[in-house]
Antibody, heavy 123, light 111 residues
Framework: QVQLVQSGAEVTKSGASLKVSCKASGYTFTAYYIHWVRQAPGQGLEWMGWINPNNGGTNYAQKFQGRVAMTSDTSIGTTYMELSRLRSDDTAVYYC????????????????WGQGTLVTVSS | QSALTQPASVSGSPGQSITISCTGISSDVGTYNLVSWYQQHPGKVPKLMIYEGSKRPSGVSNRFSGSKSGNTASLTISGLQAEDESNYYCCSYVGSNAYWVFGGGTKLTVL
């Protein structure tokens, strides 16, 4: 079955960088864009951006531009989201999700989602 | 890009119907029929309930339906059941820059 499995929880310090992985299985990895979405404790969902695993093309939400980098490794079917210059308000659960309904630049929806990775940033 | 506007909470009794609204602007909800809805139980992963405004994925109960009028999308749950108590989020594609934007979420309480 289609599945996205993310790396485990992380605790890190303000100012540091963090890289979360998302391994895909059950479908052709390069055929679907991957989104990253985060959720701060007790808060709503926030879209961060997408990556085209086929060619590495990306599109980031304006809020994260300059601080986020999404990459992919087609040899192992894995995408990565790296967030730099971490702050305490970056403490959140980070999700990857597959784009369905065509290529991301044309729209779509998120299905399925990874299990989430809790990132805790301490000062 | 501003978040879509959802009511913070709605409630209903078992068997009743409720509707959750999701208001955007002409450049997102108003232009594209690409609103999706997600159900998220506390501590769990979001689950797709509606896509392309009104379509249900396989396995989602037909008690869930979606619609759109102008800049407002809606999720209706009929025949409320205790298991429907959850948080619901709408999401829209914003074509001008290939972004997505979520609503702030609505907590549904089944009385």
């Amino acid at each position: 079955q289609v599945q996205l499995v993310q790396s485990g929880a992380e605790v890190t310090k303000s100012g540091a960088s963090l890289k979360v992985s998302c391994k895909a299985s059950g479908y052709t990895f390069t055929a679907y864009y991957i989104h990253w979405v985060r959720q701060a404790p007790g808060q709503g969902l926030e879209w961060m951006g997408w990556i085209n695993p086929n060619n590495g093309g990306t599109n980031y939400a304006q809020k994260f531009q300059g601080r986020v980098a999404m990459t992919s490794d087609t040899s192992i079917g894995t995408t990565y989201m790296e967030l730099s210059r971490l702050r305490s308000d970056d403490t959140a659960v980070y999700y990857c999700a597959r784009n369905k309904g065509g290529t991301a630049p044309r729209g779509g929806w998120f299905d399925p989602w990874g299990q989430g990775t809790l990132v805790t940033v301490s000062s | 890009q501003s978040a879509l506007t959802q009511p913070a909470s709605v409630s209903g009794s078992p068997g009743q119907s409720i509707t959750i609204s999701c208001t955007g602007i002409s450049s997102d909800v108003g232009t594209y029929n690409l609103v999706s809805w997600y159900q998220q139980h506390p501590g769990k992963v979001p689950k797709l309930m509606i896509y392309e405004g009104s379509k249900r994925p396989s396995g989602v109960s037909n008690r869930f339906s979606g619609s759109k009028s102008g800049n407002t999308a809606s999720l209706t749950i009929s025949g409320l059941q205790a298991e429907d108590e959850s948080n619901y989020y709408c999401c829209s594609y914003v074509g001008s820059n290939a972004y997505w934007v979520f609503g702030g979420g609505t907590k549904l309480t089944v009385l």
